[in-house]
């Protein structure tokens, strides 16, 4: 009897189309991803050539449409774009962009014109296996949500409750987050009807902590563990920038953040929103993007945000095999290479 044939999976963490050179980007990881019979990854960037909307908080990610052609040589099979920045031009640049992603037959999942588009699965089949994804977000504005009529991202929403642990007057409160009960309810509902239609099940959360070295959001937990008790077999976070940790539960893993992927961020980019939102420059303040020149043109972030991986799993007989994942560096032009022993 012939051996199963293997499936091979590639994920990485957020993607852009650079500013400047953009098939540059897949100088190195290109070649690796093209192996790949599936690849995921998150949108992080608007395609449009509107330049006349002030974007919500002053800043948003935004290039021209032609560069996102440089993304075909990521041999991306799916990107979500349940992402914290989806509305930040409005729904008709946030349905602009997803339809230049389609023109270049990448399918978009976690974000549409309407609430049952932004849940609406994605399913790819290869060499018989048949794979689904669903992505939704956890760090949404108000009202970025997409709704019965109107655009926005799938959401899978948390609360916040500070609880004093000290009788102490003024002691810091332990943070605790929930899932709201709502979405989470949503979003099982939508695993198990996805479940029943593919082999092997991705779910893609835009969620936790930016700027902050490990730590994880309570609430986090609480739905990748509710995700994977209804039927999703790999989990894949993205949106703090940086890598987080890596769980198993009940033998499914959890890639808490998979940290910048193929993603430039200049320094122009990062003054140009200092210069027109005080949000934007008390927030570069407070995580302390601090100038460093040899870096400035093609990415200037902290070091840690420089540390990035790609998932890789091994499908074979229709479920997962074996998962790993490839360490890679982030280089002072953007490029992700992955590390040599």
């Known amino acids: 009897m012939a051996a199963a044939e293997t499936v091979k999976f590639f994920a990485g963490g957020d993607?852009?189309?650079?500013?400047?050179?953009?098939?540059s980007g897949y100088k190195y990881i290109g070649p690796v991803l093209r192996t790949?019979?599936?690849?995921?990854?998150q949108n992080e960037r608007h395609y449009s050539n509107r330049r006349d909307i002030f974007p919500m908080g002053g800043f948003t990610e935004l290039t021209s449409p032609e560069h996102a052609k440089a993304l075909t040589l990521g041999n991306y099979s799916v990107m979500s774009f349940a992402?914290?920045?989806?509305?930040?031009l409005g729904p008709d640049v946030l349905l602009e962009t997803i339809g230049v992603l389609k023109n270049l037959g990448i399918p978009v999942i976690g974000a549409g014109e309407n609430i049952v588009e932004a849940r609406k699965p994605v399913f790819v089949e290869r060499k018989g296996v048949k794979m689904g994804f669903l992505a939704y977000c956890s760090v949404l504005r108000n009202n970025c949500q997409a709704g019965p009529t109107s655009a926005g991202s799938a959401p899978m929403r948390a609360?916040?409750?500070y609880?004093?642990?000290?009788?102490?007057?003024?002691?810091?409160?332990?943070i605790m987050t929930f899932a709201f009960k709502e979405d989470l309810e949503a979003l099982l509902d939508d695993v198990k009807k996805a479940r029943a239609q593919c082999d092997v099940l991705a779910l893609s959360m835009h969620w936790g902590l930016h700027g902050v070295k490990g730590a994880l959001a309570m609430y986090q937990k609480e739905?990748?563990?509710?995700?994977?008790d209804a039927g999703v077999d790999i989990v894949?976070?993205?949106?703090?920038?940086?890598?987080?940790?890596?769980?198993?539960?009940?033998?499914?893993?959890?890639?808490?953040?998979m940290g910048n992927f193929c993603f430039d961020q200049p320094r122009w980019v990062l003054e140009e929103g200092r210069r027109r939102s005080?949000?934007?420059?008390?927030?570069?303040?407070?995580?302390?993007?601090?100038?460093?020149?040899?870096?400035?043109?093609?990415?200037?972030?902290?070091a840690e945000n420089r540390k990035s991986m790609l998932v890789k799993c091994d499908i074979v007989d229709k479920k997962i095999s074996r998962v790993c994942f490839l360490p890679i560096m982030i280089n002072n032009k953007a490029q992700p290479r992955i590390l040599s022993r």
């Open 278 to 302: 005080p949000e934007h420059a008390a927030h570069m303040d407070h995580y302390g993007f601090k100038s460093d020149p040899e870096w400035d043109e093609w990415y200037a972030v902290p």
């Open 223 to 228: 739905v990748a563990y509710a995700g994977i």
């Open 83 to 88: 992402s914290n920045h989806a509305m930040d």
């Open 36 to 41: 790949g019979d599936i690849v995921f990854a």
């Open 159 to 161: 609360y916040t409750h």
């Open 236 to 257: 894949l976070g993205h949106h703090p920038h940086r890598l987080k940790g890596i769980e198993v539960y009940k033998g499914k893993p959890i890639f808490y953040s």
């Open 163 to 174: 609880y004093q642990t000290d009788y102490q007057p003024g002691t810091a409160p332990r």
């Open 15 to 23: 993607v852009t189309a650079f500013h400047k050179e953009p098939e």
